[in-house]
């Protein structure tokens, strides 16, 4: 039997009023159930919006360095307990464990930065056109912020948003995945435990459509925080803005991976290995795209199918890659490999179902590479979640960059080349919020801005670094004269 976990509202563990529950399955072997939650509805969301409402002047006029003493003592709490967040997030999402556990410490890291931070904030002081004349800015809080975010990186993303939310005074409504919501819970239990007054965060687990729309309706709320597919994030951005919310919406990739005449096919393969089968390909910034040059092309195949044909795949604590999330993401991408092929892609290594004893019951799925791919292709157009790698000739540098733009996202973008001229190039023409020169598209330090363009992003507000803080922040411009 495995545990129901509770709500978090106003400080208390309370059951849904549906008295409904979800029970979530490991991926890689679904008969187990791994834990189960409360199936919430608007109704729970809205006790919870209230508490948050009542909350939220007291925490508000709570001084920074406070809010940074709590942030730290739940980072340092998640820290004690990495090996157990560790074993959720592999048991719940799937992904190998080196990658949960390096996952699991970004939070903590997050925790720790932003505790720092908390300190820092304040405003800034002008000299004033006239004499006797105090003319100074403040940071306030915006209120109540509503974080709604996705499977993939199931403590990482909630981490980046409810950190800079609460430094910055914001008291916070939060609706986990339902397919990995378990670290979720285990954030609140720590800044519980860490003094945070009752109130401030409030978790309530459950369908998006029914506890993530009343956050984001609600008037309770003044900030809408989303991360997730560019299908739901745009229908989020057009009902925040309707309800006059702050919003910013963080949503799908289709990231190339650009590969120069100069490059080392075997350097840039690994490159493309890591960031396009890296955690199964889930990543909203991994490699879909290998943009190649006809001159190092048929090396670089040769290179990349080595590699995917030689991924150890298998449950997460024991193999290099872990299964898809669920049966709806594995069906999807084997979906993927069907289409392509119909297309006229050739598929060059796995795109299969594996066999073994380990992997007979899991959503496990062989790591493709597609040749003779041309970017109209869905294959090159459309985010497929999981790990397959398109790969596209190009003749110079001009059609690499032309094709790297040609789709609607603009997440991540890489290329790999000796020359400057072409690096600086890319940095400056790539279509990409991210972009990384002779480096994988996957991988963020958490001191800088990220977010997308195009349609991988709303280009409201950036997450992390100083920039995540921008958003959970109003300042204010005051004229004090004497
Ligand atoms: P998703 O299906 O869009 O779901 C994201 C969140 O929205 C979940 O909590 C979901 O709840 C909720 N939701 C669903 N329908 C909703 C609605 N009508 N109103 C309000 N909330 C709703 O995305 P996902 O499958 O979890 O995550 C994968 C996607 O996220 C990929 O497209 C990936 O590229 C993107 N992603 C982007 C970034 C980035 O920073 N750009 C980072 C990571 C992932 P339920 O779980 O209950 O359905
Ligand atoms: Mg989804």
Same mark, same amino acid.
């Given at each position: 039997?495995?545990?129901?976990?509770?709500?978090?509202?106003?400080?208390?563990?309370?059951?849904?009023?549906?008295?409904?529950?979800?029970?979530?399955?490991?991926?890689?072997?679904?008969?187990?159930?791994?834990?189960?939650?409360?199936?919430?509805?608007?109704?729970?969301?809205?006790?919870?919006?209230?508490?948050?409402?009542?909350?939220?002047?007291?925490?508000?006029?709570?001084?920074?360095?406070?809010?940074?003493?709590?942030?730290?003592?739940?980072?340092?709490?998640?820290?004690?307990?990495?090996?157990?967040?560790?074993?959720?997030?592999?048991?719940?999402?799937?992904?190998?464990?080196?990658?949960?556990?390096?996952?699991?410490?970004?939070?903590?890291?997050?925790?720790?930065?932003?505790?720092?931070?908390?300190?820092?904030?304040?405003?800034?002081?002008?000299?004033?056109?006239?004499?006797?004349?105090?003319?100074?800015?403040?940071?306030?809080?915006?209120?109540?912020?509503?974080?709604?975010?996705?499977?993939?990186?199931?403590?990482?993303?909630?981490?980046?948003?409810?950190?800079?939310?609460?430094?910055?005074?914001?008291?916070?409504?939060?609706?986990?995945?339902?397919?990995?919501?378990?670290?979720?819970?285990?954030?609140?239990?720590?800044?519980?435990?860490?003094?945070?007054?009752?109130?401030?965060?409030?978790?309530?687990?459950?369908?998006?459509?029914?506890?993530?729309?009343?956050?984001?309706?609600?008037?309770?709320?003044?900030?809408?925080?989303?991360?997730?597919?560019?299908?739901?994030?745009?229908?989020?951005?057009?009902?925040?803005?309707?309800?006059?919310?702050?919003?910013?919406?963080?949503?799908?990739?289709?990231?190339?991976?650009?590969?120069?005449?100069?490059?080392?096919?075997?350097?840039?393969?690994?490159?493309?290995?890591?960031?396009?089968?890296?955690?199964?390909?889930?990543?909203?910034?991994?490699?879909?795209?290998?943009?190649?040059?006809?001159?190092?092309?048929?090396?670089?195949?040769?290179?990349?199918?080595?590699?995917?044909?030689?991924?150890?795949?298998?449950?997460?604590?024991?193999?290099?890659?872990?299964?898809?999330?669920?049966?709806?993401?594995?069906?999807?991408?084997?979906?993927?490999?069907?289409?392509?092929?119909?297309?006229?892609?050739?598929?060059?290594?796995?795109?299969?179902?594996?066999?073994?004893?380990?992997?007979?019951?899991?959503?496990?799925?062989?790591?493709?590479?597609?040749?003779?791919?041309?970017?109209?292709?869905?294959?090159?157009?459309?985010?497929?979640?999981?790990?397959?790698? *398109?790969?596209?000739? =190009?003749?110079?540098? !001009?059609? #690499?960059?032309?094709?790297? +733009? %040609?789709?609607?996202? /603009? @997440?991540?973008?890489?290329?790999?080349?000796?020359?400057?001229?072409? *690096?600086?190039?890319? =940095?400056?023409?790539? !279509?990409? #919020?991210?972009?990384?020169? +002779? %480096?994988?598209?996957? /991988? @963020?330090?958490?001191?800088?801005?990220?977010?997308?363009?195009?349609?991988?992003?709303?280009?409201?507000?950036?997450?992390?670094?100083?920039?995540?803080?921008?958003?959970?922040?109003?300042?204010?411009?005051?004229?004090?004269?004497?």
């Amino acid at each position: 039997m495995s545990d129901t976990a509770k709500n978090y509202v106003n400080g208390e563990w309370v059951e849904s009023e549906t008295g409904e529950t979800i029970d979530v399955q490991n991926p890689a072997n679904p008969s187990e159930t791994v834990a189960t939650y409360q199936k919430s509805d608007g109704s729970d969301a809205k006790e919870a919006v209230e508490a948050a409402v009542a909350a939220k002047a007291e925490w508000a006029n709570t001084p920074g360095p406070e809010r940074g003493r709590i942030l730290r003592e739940a980072g340092t709490l998640l820290g004690q307990r990495k090996e157990e967040l560790t074993d959720k997030l592999v048991a719940e999402e799937g992904k190998a464990r080196g990658e949960a556990s390096g996952e699991v410490q970004r939070a903590i890291d997050i925790f720790h930065y932003f505790s720092a931070k908390a300190s820092d904030l304040g405003g800034t002081v002008k000299g004033a056109s006239g004499q006797n004349t105090n003319l100074y800015t403040r940071e306030m809080p915006v209120g109540v912020a509503a974080l709604v975010t996705p499977w993939n990186y199931p403590i990482a993303i909630p981490a980046w948003k409810l950190a800079p939310a609460l430094a910055a005074g914001n008291a916070v409504v939060l609706k986990p995945a339902s397919l990995a919501p378990g670290v979720v819970i285990e954030i609140a239990r720590a800044l519980d435990e860490a003094g945070l007054p009752d109130g401030v965060l409030n978790v309530v687990t459950g369908p998006g459509s029914a506890v993530g729309s009343e956050f984001i309706e609600n008037e309770g709320t003044d900030a809408v925080s989303f991360t997730g597919s560019s299908q739901v994030g745009e229908m989020v951005y057009e009902q925040a803005t309707d309800a006059g919310k702050r919003v910013q919406t963080e949503l799908g990739g289709k990231n190339p991976t650009v590969v120069m005449d100069s490059a080392d096919p075997a350097e840039a393969a690994d490159i493309v290995a890591n960031g396009g089968f890296g955690t199964t390909g889930q990543s909203c910034t991994a490699c879909s795209r290998a943009i190649v040059h006809e001159d190092v092309y048929d090396e670089f195949v040769d290179e990349l199918v080595d590699r995917a044909e030689s991924i150890d795949i298998g449950p997460g604590n024991e193999h290099e890659m872990g299964p898809q999330v669920s049966e709806d993401e594995l069906n999807s991408t084997l979906e993927y490999v069907d289409i392509a092929q119909d297309e006229g892609a050739t598929l060059a290594a796995g795109g299969g179902v594996p066999e073994g004893d380990d992997v007979e019951e899991g959503y496990f799925v062989e790591p493709a590479v597609f040749t003779d791919v041309t970017n109209d292709m869905r294959i090159a157009q459309e985010e497929v979640f999981g790990p397959v790698v *398109a790969v596209i000739k =190009v003749s110079d540098f !001009e059609e #690499g960059l032309d094709v790297a +733009n %040609d789709v609607e996202y /603009g @997440l991540s973008a890489s290329v790999v080349t000796d020359d400057h001229t072409e *690096a600086n190039r890319f =940095v400056e023409e790539a !279509e990409a #919020g991210v972009v990384k020169v +002779n %480096d994988k598209t996957t /991988g @963020l330090e958490l001191h800088v801005p990220f977010g997308g363009v195009k349609r991988s992003s709303s280009e409201t507000w950036r997450e992390q670094g100083d920039a995540g803080l921008d958003f959970y922040t109003i300042e204010k411009t005051v004229y004090d004269s004497y």
